[in-house]
T-cell receptor, first 118, second 120 residues
Framework: AQKITQTQPGMFVQEKEAVTLDCTYDTSDPSYGLFWYKQPSSGEMIFLIYQGSYDQQNATEGRYSLNFQKARKSANLVISASQLGDSAMYFCAMREVVRSGANSKLTFGKGITLSVRP | GAVVSQHPSWVICKSGTSVKIECRSLDFQATTMFWYRQFPKQSLMLMATSNEGSKATYEQGVEKDKFLINHASLTLSTLTVTSAHPEDSSFYIC????????????????FGNGTRLTVT
């Protein structure tokens, strides 16, 4: 089973409007972290926001917020007041705790392409 | 802070030659770095975990003799694609976690800008 699922096709949003990018995950570990990254056409991966499995409140970072529904295992990214520069691929990712002490891997979803229309 | 520099940003090489890609953490120490591969419009697939002073851990299906990883210091990891073939053409991107940044599962990875490899 996939650990991170991003099933939306390419998304379009009008400039200045809000958009939600969906992400569901699968894990049996109670301790994990969820991340969203942005990848513009230039290729670099830009860290946007993080949500920990034990966090009581939804994470927010400027125009980015995370709608974390633990029981449903979903961690949707909300981008408010979209800008043209938000056009990019967006990846949801998860890290699970590794009890052996080794560094845990970051597993990515397939990504969603977001296009912001002027 | 937390800048990762990757070099070169793009490279074209002929079949059969080897290519080395460097990944440096500029303002932090990184005991562990990760190497990913990405095909166009697809997700990032973890190739290997690079550990300073020890052997890299490769993901299933990744040939360790083809993709040589060396993590010689706390700020430098290198990936060498040996005897490159056209099917090795891809986008390779490294990432690192800041040493001492807390529990491994709740700290973000910082990525380099990637290397676009084209093998002719």
């Amino acid at each position: 089973a996939q650990k991170i699922t991003q099933t939306q096709p390419g998304m379009f949003v009008q400039e200045k409007e809000a958009v939600t990018l969906d992400c569901t995950y699968d894990t049996s570990d109670p301790s994990y972290g969820l991340f969203w990254y942005k990848q513009p056409s230039s290729g670099e991966m830009i860290f946007l926001i993080y949500q920990g499995s034990y966090d009581q409140q939804n994470a927010t970072e400027g125009r980015y917020s995370l709608n974390f529904q633990k029981a449903r295992k979903s961690a949707n990214l909300v981008i408010s007041a979209s800008q043209l520069g938000d056009s990019a691929m967006y990846f949801c990712a998860m890290r699970e705790v590794v009890r052996s002490g080794a560094n845990s891997k970051l597993t990515f979803g397939k990504g969603i392409t977001l296009s912001v229309r002027p | 802070g937390a800048v990762v520099s990757q070099h070169p940003s793009w490279v074209i090489c002929k079949s059969g030659t080897s290519v080395k890609i460097e990944c440096r953490s500029l303002d932090f120490q990184a005991t562990t770095m990760f190497w990913y591969r990405q095909f166009p419009k697809q997700s990032l697939m973890l190739m290997a975990t690079s550990n300073e002073g020890s052997k890299a851990t490769y993901e299933q299906g990744v040939e360790k003799d083809k993709f040589l990883i060396n993590h010689a210091s706390l700020t430098l990891s290198t990936l060498t694609v040996t005897s490159a073939h056209p099917e090795d053409s891809s986008f390779y991107i490294c990432s690192a976690r800041v040493d001492g940044s807390g529990s491994s599962y709740n700290s973000p990875l910082h990525f380099g800008n990637g290397t676009r490899l084209t093998v002719t």
